[in-house]
């Protein structure tokens, strides 16, 4: 039978019988149908030509092969739902593109309503495929199905089924991609169980989830930043190293191609940041690769305002410039005082890993913010005089770091009016002891002559004298 179907009418002679026993009460008889449509179809030898398969899916199969999807039997559903899968992938784009007409609305019936109709696991994970592989196909003709699939993908995306959960955020990664220009209108509807998916045990489904919340974010309504930003810098914690990868990644895509990004750097650049000190080489080798890219671009876009500031580029105290590239020490310095707040905050938080990692985040932050910091010295002198005393070793040691690095960037005018005042009679012993191990930590960063000019006229009076001497030696050391 097969050898005599060379065109789209002996094919309809061969497959009249197995389309009409598709709804023959019997499911053995239905599920030889199937055998009998897939053997003259897309196992045929040689293949059928391109434009038969596309007037058979259209004329002849689509249809009974879609009423096959709601069918009581599990194998029949899965057979069905294969060989519609394979009909779609041998059929032409814009065969598919028409094809959607039908299948999505099936696809709706059996995954986008309020309860999930689809009861086998693995068919939901191939059902979300079929979704994937049409997206693909279509591009830009998706949008008229742009509130389907939606409605498809806020239910799937919380799946228990891992596999239906990835396949759901590769779908939603796919239609960002593919209609960007309706898709803001949909997109912050998956906000919300996109960031519950963030949290589940499988790393490779954290990953993906943050990559779809990535992409609805920079290419829908990037107002779901201020919901998503949050729940991403938490994954710089991640115990995996592709979660982490993920985080980068995403962050370094928004801050080249985030639409209205100027007012969102310093939402994004904490992320970022954070991979300049990852625990993986490659990792701070990608962050690194991705900001600078980032601080590249931003150059390019600020080329005229950037060119006077580039041009008197001394950020040290002993006057040398800085190898950091130029770009992202303008982002940093630029956004230094509403991403400060949120890390002292962390460096007084409850949990040590909490602490050591804004700790980490902090000395990176003042490396490229350079000169910068001057104006934060009273909050980040502050926050030091009780970070360099941390009970947790690693906070206090990176603590300590951040110390010698703020030293390279400030004046010894700009602090020495912020510390010495702690040493009076009336401070707290305590008070007195974290400034003189604060202040100890300068000569590091700070030539002792240019020390000693600033500290000796206010070390005369005899109340800080013996303990002003102490700590001048200790910066001239």
């Known amino acids: 039978m097969a050898s005599q179907a060379t065109t789209v009418e002996d094919l309809e002679r061969a497959l009249r019988r197995p389309i009409n026993c598709l709804a023959d009460d019997n499911k053995t008889t239905r599920r030889r149908s199937l055998t009998s449509i897939q053997r003259e179809t897309v196992d045929r030898k040689p293949p059928l030509q391109q434009a038969v398969v596309d007037q058979a899916l259209q004329t002849l199969l ?67 495929d079929l979704l994937l592989a049409l997206i693909g196909r279509a591009g830009k003709d998706a949008g008229p199905y742009l509130d389907d699939m939606v409605a498809i993908l806020i239910r799937t995306v919380v799946d228990p089924f891992p596999e239906a959960k990835l396949a759901s955020c590769n779908c939603i990664v796919a239609v960002a991609n593919a209609i960007p220009h309706v898709f803001r209108i949909q997109s912050k509807s998956l906000v919300k169980p ?12 954290r990953a993906a989830a943050l990559r779809a919340a990535g992409a609805v974010v920079c290419r829908g309504d990037n107002t779901a930043i201020d919901d998503v930003a949050p729940a991403i810098n938490q994954r710089t914690m991640d115990h995996s190293s592709s979660v982490r990868k993920a985080v980068y990644q995403v962050s370094g895509d928004w801050l080249v191609n985030l639409p209205d990004r100027f007012s969102y750097w310093h939402k994004i650049l904490p992320a970022i940041l954070t991979g300049l000190s ?46 950091l590239q130029f770009g992202c020490r303008v982002l940093v310095g630029q956004n230094l005082s509403k991403i400060l707040p949120g890390i002292c905050g962390d460096l007084e938080s409850w949990t040590a890993p909490n602490r050591i990692q804004a700790s980490k985040l902090l000395r990176v932050l003042l490396q490229y913010a350079g000169t910068a910091s001057t104006m934060h010295l009273g909050r980040l002198l502050t926050t030091f005089y009780k970070a360099v005393r941390d009970e947790e070793t690693g906070v206090a040691e ?37 400034c003189a191990r604060q202040s100890s930590l300068y000569p590091k960063g700070i030539r002792g002559r240019r020390v000693a000019q600033v500290l000796c006229p206010v070390l005369s009076p005899p109340p800080l004298k013996s303990i002003g001497f102490h700590v001048l030696f200790c910066f001239v050391l």
């Open 62 to 128: 689509l249809k009974p092969l879609l009423q096959c999807l709601t069918d009581r039997v599990e194998k029949i559903r899965e057979l069905a739902l294969t060989l519609l899968q394979e009909l779609l992938a041998a059929a032409t784009d814009t065969c598919c593109v028409e094809a959607m007409v039908y299948v999505v609305p099936a696809l709706v019936s059996r995954l986008g309503l309020q309860d999930i109709v689809e009861p086998t696991e693995e068919l939901r994970k191939q059902l979300l």
């Open 194 to 205: 996109l960031l519950a998916t963030m949290t589940h045990q499988h790393a490779k489904v």
């Open 278 to 323: 990852d625990e993986i080489p490659d990792l701070q080798r990608l962050a690194l690769e991705l900001f600078e890219t980032a601080g590249a671009t931003f150059e390019r876009e600020q080329e005229h305002e950037l060119k006077e500031k580039s041009d008197f580029d001394v950020v040290a105290v002993d006057g040398k410039t800085s190898e």
């Open 398 to 434: 990176n603590s300590v770091q951040c110390v010698v690095t703020l030293a390279t960037f400030v004046q010894p005018s700009s602090w020495v009016d912020l510390v010495l005042p702690l040493f009076a009679s009336g401070a707290q012993p305590s008070v007195r002891a974290r």
